[in-house]
C-alpha cells in the first residue's frame, strides 16, 4: 500500500476561519505513520495546471469574487493538492491520498458558492483524470451536507457515479442512468447511517475505475454538523469504503468540520483502516 497525505501548514494558517482550526490537530495525529513510513507527507503547490483547471471549473465572475473575499490563495492550494493526489494515484505513485484542505469544495458550482466552499476541489482532480484518461470515477459524499456544487457541475455526467450521503430530511431519489444517488438519512446515528452505507453501496457491482471520498467529519456528535455519530462510526465507514475500493485507487478530501478533538481521531483512524 503506497499511500500519501497532502498536507501544507498555510491550511491551517491562513484557511478559512471556521474550518482551519481543525486541520494542524488532524494532520499532527498522523505523525505516527508518517515516522514508520507508512504514509509519505506531500506539500501541495500551485501551478499553471492548478490555474488551468480552475479556469475551466468555475466563471470569471465566481473567481474574481473569491478573489475579493481574500479566499483565493488558500482555495486554490487545497485544489492542488486534491489534484496532485489524483495524478500520483492515477500514475500508480500511490494507492490511497488523503488531502487536507483549509477551504472545502462541495458546494461550490460553476457560478456560485456557499458554506464555507469557494472551488470544488474534486471536479477539477475529475477533470484532470479525463486527461489521463480515466473516465468511469465514483464519487462517495459522506459529509452531512448535500454536495450541491458537485451535482450541479458533474450530475449529467453518466460516467460520473455520484452518491451524497446527507443528515438532513429530503427526498430519496436513484437515478440510475445519470448515475446520481441521493440518500437522506435524516439525523444520522451511527446505527443508521452505517446500514444506509451497506444497503445503498451493495445494490450493485459499481462500475468505476477511481474513487474519490468527499470526507466530513462535521456529522460527529461533538462537531458543528451533529449527526450524532460517535467516534466508532468513522472506521466503520472507512471499512465499507475500503471494501467497496477493492483495487482501486483512493482519493479521501477533507470537507466539513471545526472541532480539533474529533479531526485529531477521526483522521487518523480512518487512515488507518487503509495504511494499517
Ligand atoms: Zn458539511
Known sequence: MKAGVFYHPDFYEKGYFILKDRVKPGFEGLKDL?????????????DNE????????????????????????????????????AVKLARGELDFAFCFVGAAGHHASYDSYWGFC?????????????????????????DPHFGDGTRNLLGHDRDIIHINF??????????????????????YGDRSFLQEMDLVLSQQD?????????????????DYGNCHLTFAAFPAMAEKIKYLAGNKPVLFILSGGDNP???????PSVIEIFVG
Open 166 to 187: 446527507f443528515g438532513n430530511s429530503g427526498v430519496r431519489k436513484f437515478d440510475p442512468v445519470l448515475q446520481n444517488y441521493d440518500v437522506p438519512v435524516p439525523g
Open 50 to 85: 492548478t490555474e488551468a483547471l480552475l479556469a475551466s471549473t468555475h466563471s470569471p465572475g465566481h473567481i474574481a469574487s473569491v478573489k475579493s473575499e481574500g479566499e483565493h490563495t488558500t482555495a486554490l492550494l487545497s485544489a492542488a493538492g486534491v489534484v496532485q493526489a
Open 34 to 46: 508518517i515516522r514508520l513510513n507508512k504514509l509519505q507527507h506531500l506539500i501541495p503547490e500551485i
Open 118 to 142: 469557494f472551488y470544488n476541489d474534486a471536479v477539477m482532480a475529475v477533470k484532470k483524470l479525463r486527461q489521463l484518461g480515466i473516465q468511469k470515477i465514483m464519487i462517495v459524499d459522506v
Open 261 to 267: 478533538e474529533v479531526a485529531q481521531v477521526v483522521i
Open 206 to 222: 459499481w462500475d468505476f475505475d477511481f474513487l474519490i471520498v468527499i470526507f466530513g467529519h462535521d456529522s460527529h456528535e461533538k
